[in-house]
């Protein structure tokens, strides 16, 4: 009996050598997501789709959602300094839709569609339902130089970009139904919102100021055509290293062929 | 597959050392047998993880019922992963969705499993000293499956049946030695059917020490 002792003390050496699994390294930059979304009927209609448009109207900071962040703080001051983390997200956001032959303009009135740029810093992981998920958030509504009214409650939003979280579809889990999406870390969110159903939105809003019971079927619907999550790229402390923030920014666009305007 | 053919050419050239050398031995009431047991993923795991793996043990034992058949249990643990290039992935087109789209990032897959199984040998010979032997190993194995782009990602965990014919042999240190190589080829079909997998399916060798009870 000695001699099975011995063979299994052997063996559960053997198994310490062979079980420590998992030990693949990898770096930060290797862990970033690029994701992006579109609006699949919108993108096949022939009347207006990603090429039709033409004017787009940017916000003139990005909002930053966070958790942990105070609005005041020295990340917060650092974050919106000029030429800081939020300009230079802007700036490059701004350049790629302008590289795709759109035209910047002024007002959310003039604009095709509007541009969102929100940074999200969150300690808890949250798994995204629909478009607006931040809606709500300080930061997250942008101004677009309208005269914004804000109203509590209610946000309609478009079903057409109805990704939910369910991984157990397909083979990956970015593949068919869903796709979660973590913000335990940083990401940057680029949203190209319609500016027609926004102004439609906004001007519901301001004709409803005072009317408090408003049923949220009657909300006009917000249409979201596209939507880039750079995930990973910012540092906890809200700032960013370039390298790593451009090649997601070259990769939101590469992978999202059609958002280009032919009539500029 | 290169492993493969030298486990069947081990094995094959065990059976002709039948008519080759007449040294018999007392037949043992069993064995037991511990050691490595790389694997390489074919089917839809060879497309999930390309590379073979090198991490696997494997534990057994055996007790003859009758002259030729024994009957034992197996432990085993098997770990693949593949980190693949940084890539771009398009979601595959759902007529339920309205929305579409891509996602770019480093894809990297592991797979586990721990099968626990019973093992039913057949020894033509038990008494020759160089013991080859054909098996089936069946019963439940745990299976997990991790799939990650970044840090997003899906881990599946269940318990699985598992199948697994083999092919094997002992040969002793010397001819009345207790102990000696354990050299077996399997292949072992598990029943999971999930995502793009029909069956995981995987080709084993087990290389170890073997000692006759």
Redesign the interface.
Known sequence: MNRIKKIFIASFLLLGLTSCYKDVSTTYDEMDVTLTLFDKEFSERTDTNFQTYRTFVIRDSVGLISDYIDQGGSEWTNFYKPNGTSDEIRRAIKQKFIDQGYVQVDSIKNADFAVNLVVTLVQNDVYVGNPGYWYGYPGYYPYWGWGFYWKSGELKTSENMDYYYDPWYGYYPWYGYGYSYSYEKANIMVEMIDGKSLVKYYEFLEDHQNDDNIAPEDYPIIYYRWQAFLNGVLANDATYGKDRFDRSVEEAFTQSPYIYSSNN | MKKIYLIISIIVISFGAYSQDDVYVNKPDGF?S???APTWGVGNLGDFVSNGSY???F?EGKKFISNNVAVGGYLG?S?F?E?KD?G???????P?????????????N?Y?NFPILVSFSYYPKPEFWIKPFVALNTGTVYNKLE?Y??????V?ETWQFQVAPELGVFIPFGKNAEGGIHIAGRYNYITYQ????NGVQYMQLNVG?S?LL
Do not use: P
């Not at chain 2, 339920?96 to 990297?108: D, E, F, Q, V």
């Open positions: 037991i511990f050691g490595f991490r696997g043990f534990f643990w770990g992963y980190v940084r771009t992935f398009n979601f595959e087109d759902d339920r969705l309205k929305s579409s789209g891509a996602i770019t990032g480093n894809l990297s592991y586990y799939s782009i970044g840090t997003v990602g899906l599946s999930k995502y793009r997998f020490i000692w």
